[in-house]
């Protein structure tokens, strides 16, 4: 099932990715996709030349993948809560909109650079830097933490982790990543990056003509090691 808001949070960060590294950059190369879901984001680099595997803790999403494919990949079920080693080193891994869902996330962080020495990383954040982390029950939703707990964290504390790995990060806090778009009737999502800590109250969820208005806070790292 993809959510409504979905298109156009998935186009603004294939274009951010895009813009990065250029399409001539993808022939050829190796791509590891982590928590992939339905495999968009793999699929379109596909299509520009890049050898992608796809990984996710469900079996119904590589199945849906599996469905779609045109080229020859490799599909992987991998729970991103555990220890995980490929035994293959990728050109890029892709890390988006899954951290947040992973109880043992810095754990995952640091298996996921042990796969490349480039990953792009993308993921809710707590906004106030002075919250620490905490831990709380999953949602049960199909999208959501898969036999763990849902983790909030900081920007602050996520850029502490990767220093601590050996990794270096260009955080991009641009307004063409942000994406507002309907979750379902009355409730709308919006996906913000270019908050502050000064500011991010402007976002807060707010209820207007009966219309529910929840804002994800997000960042999106280029992280290089």
Known sequence: MQLPFYDDWFQSRLNKTRNILGD?????????????????????????????????????HLESIQQKLQVASKLIQLDQNTVYDLGQQFDLVLHFGVLYHVENWRQD?????????LMLLETVVHPDNTVEDYWEPGGGYHYDEYNCLHPTFTEASVEKTLTELGAKFIRFDNADLNTTGWLH????????????????????????????YRTHYRRFWLVIR
Not at 191 to 210: A, F, G, I, R
Request: with cysteine; net charge negative.
């Open 24 to 60: 001539d950059w993808f022939l050829g190369k190796t791509i590891l996709e982590l928590g992939a879901a339905h495999g968009d984001f793999g699929m379109f680099f596909t299509k520009l030349g890049s050898q992608v595997t796809f990984c996710d803790a469900r079996f119904e």
């Open 109 to 117: 962080l640091a298996c996921a650079l042990n796969h490349s020495n």
């Open 185 to 212: 009737d009355n409730v709308i999502i919006q996906n913000v990056y270019n908050w502050t800590s000064d500011n991010y109250l402007l976002y807060q969820p707010t209820v207007k003509n009966d219309i529910e």
